[in-house]
């Protein structure tokens, strides 16, 4: 267990500032499930009530967020060895790793039970099983011992929609398997593009990242290989008739965008440029993935306006 004594992160506990218990909760991490989650919501075969939905949402983004402190809280070690990580609360000496994990533990139970009491234990349950598999699989087991971390610890960025829809219908359904797959592939390519940035802070921190361990090369063509499945998944909606026609060209461009970005990061290897395209990529690929649940969003807003839904 990699806890961080507080001599080794500095300042007394109370050296925090509201400031950061906001970043324990990373909230553009929280932004990103807190989207997904809604697209989730509604899916659902009929509208849910305004009230319900936005409780089951506040729940799901605390529980992102209790995730999220917990990691900073078991990574402080590895965080304060990295350039983009040093700045956090604990390695930064700002605040005490005891004080992050009593935030991340008491919002974790008040997500999981908010939700349960507000929606159901179905949702509840998948919320409390996220938050688990994120910080026990991924951050304590997954993160140190594999290359292979994003690709399975992935799953726990891929549940929200599932939460949102069992949230919303207490069950599970195709439709939300389908955007957990849609997420679940686009986690390697996304992130490894980063990583081939990163891998001399990676290397510093002793994480075994796929460009340390596999090389950037093979990394590359793992880059390409999951992007040639996910420009199909991506589909799936509008294949499988839960999304609509706007869906599917947003869909069909975006996923020729991340094939075409991904062949970049293959072709060219060396250099600054090499870089700066790898680094194109990772952005381009978030623009992707929200372009894709917007519009789904969209389109299942407009479908409950106009009453298609009711």
Partial sequence: MSLVSESEVGLA???????????????????????????????????????????????????????????????ADIDRLMARTAGRPIPAGRMSGGEALAFGLVLSCFSVLTLGLAANWLAAGLLAFTIFYYVVVYTMWLKRST???????????????????????????????????????WTPPH???????????????????????WGPDATR????????????????????GFAGPAYGVVAALGGAGMIFGCLAVFRIREGDRAKRIAMRNFGFSILYLFALFAVLVVERLIAIWTGALL
């Fill in 147 to 185: 290359p292979q971390n994003i690709v399975v610890g992935g799953a726990a960025g891929a549940l929200p929609p599932m939460v949102g829809y069992a949230a919303a219908t207490g069950s599970l359904s195709l439709s939300s398997l389908v955007l957990f797959a849609i997420i679940f592939v």
């Fill in 221 to 240: 063509t793992q880059i390409l290989a999951y992007s040639l499945v996910l420009a199909p998944v991506g589909l799936l909606p509008w294949i499988l």
């Fill in 191 to 213: 992130f490894w593009s980063l990583a081939l940035v990163k891998s001399r802070d990676y290397g510093r921190a002793g994480i075994p990242m796929a460009p340390n361990v």
């Fill in 13 to 75: 506990a109370s050296g925090a500032s509201p400031s950061d218990y906001v970043a324990l909760l990373k909230p553009r991490v929280m932004s990103l499930v807190v989207f997904t989650a809604v697209a989730g919501i509604l899916l659902a075969p009929h509208p849910v009530h305004p009230v319900l939905g936005l409780i089951s949402l506040l729940a799901i983004a605390v529980g992102a967020g209790a995730s999220g402190a917990l990691n900073m809280w078991y990574d």
